[in-house]
């Protein structure tokens, strides 16, 4: 396996719980924001992207222990590039998400010295 393969497989794996974590915590935010008169996790739409971007993690650790199969064998090819891509997607899906959840107030900006 090369190691632009493996940077982009299984050297994501710390990413990859970090995601698996960020997305449990946003899960739990949804249940306990309210945005007007509801909780924001009883928007269908929310809910239903919540419940597809816990299972896509879930499907992406699952390619990873594949890959770390192949790896420990010596039969990887392109999987790594394959596993990191999904990875970078899913990452830029569950930020989108993370800002119809929060609300845009969520995003802090911070002037620069001298702003």
Do not use: C
Not at 91 to 99: D, G, N, Y
């Amino acid at each position: 396996m090369t190691t632009l393969s493996f940077e982009r497989g299984v050297g994501l794996a710390g990413w990859q719980i970090e995601l698996a974590r960020n997305v449990e915590m946003l899960i739990e935010l949804a249940r306990t924001t309210r945005r007007g008169n509801r909780w924001v996790i009883d928007d269908d739409e929310i809910a239903s992207r919540l419940a597809t971007i816990r299972a896509e993690v879930k499907a992406l650790r699952a390619m990873t222990y594949i890959l770390v199969s192949k790896v420990a064998r010596g039969t990887a090819g392109a999987e790594g590039t394959v596993v990191g891509l999904h990875f970078a997607e899913l990452a830029k899906r569950f930020h989108r998400l993370s800002l119809d959840v929060l609300g845009l107030d969520a995003i802090e900006r911070r002037p620069e010295e001298g702003d």
